[in-house]
């Protein structure tokens, strides 16, 4: 049985997010200059795909940095604990910052990270998600570049894992339920 069984449907088809990335990509491409030289932080594991496509569209010069953050246990609800795992290598006081996300949900990890990062000084701080799920926010995340509003259903590919597995989906799929059902 080939993992590709696991989906129940396809929610957006890779066409659609390729063309969706490279809009995207296109308003960014209006609020920074090269002198801004923006660090884009990616956070892990979710946005690592969405990152890799999204530059490849960016016109001006930055700079990536990764920070893994720990928000979900191996299921589908959120622990609420947030953890920095790995943090970014250098300081950004005065830096024009750019966080590029894979999903906004309740908004807890945003709220951490845009809280911590505000901490640290930066020049300005943006948020850039590639999915949201607003019927879900518990908090109110500022957003200055959102992909799409899904639907409040749990979503895998493109970067997005359920258990770890199914990052490598080209397309933002919906897994059957007694998938999800299965996890440890
Ligand atoms: P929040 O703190 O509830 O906003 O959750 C944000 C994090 O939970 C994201 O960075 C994802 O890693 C994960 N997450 C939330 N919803 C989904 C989903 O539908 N599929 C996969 N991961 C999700
Ligand atoms: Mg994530």
């Not at 960016?58 to 589908?76: A, C, K, P, Q």
């Amino acid at each position: 049985m080939c993992f590709l069984d696991d989906v129940a449907k396809v929610l957006i088809p890779e066409d659609v997010l390729r063309a969706r990335v490279r809009d995207l990509a296109g308003q960014i491409n209006q609020t920074y200059t090269q002198e801004d030289f923006p660090l884009l932080v990616c956070i892990l594991k979710g946005a690592f795909v969405f990152l890799a496509d999204l530059i490849r569209h960016l016109n001006f010069r930055h700079e990536v940095d990764f920070m893994v953050i720990s928000s979900y246990g191996s299921g589908t609800v959120s622990s609420g604990v947030v953890r920095i795992l790995l943090d970014l290598e250098r300081s950004i006081e005065g830096r024009h910052v750019l966080i590029v996300e894979d999903i906004i949900d309740t908004g807890r990890t945003m709220s951490y990270i845009i809280r911590n990062l505000q901490t640290r000084h930066p020049a300005s701080l943006r948020v850039c998600t590639l999915l949201s799920k607003p019927s879900r926010r518990e908090i109110e995340i500022p957003l200055d570049f959102v992909g799409f509003e899904i639907p409040d259903e749990f979503v895998v590919g493109y970067g997005l894992d359920f258990a770890e597995a199914y990052r490598n989906l080209p397309f933002i799929g919906v897994l059957k339920p007694e998938v999800i059902g299965m996890a440890p």
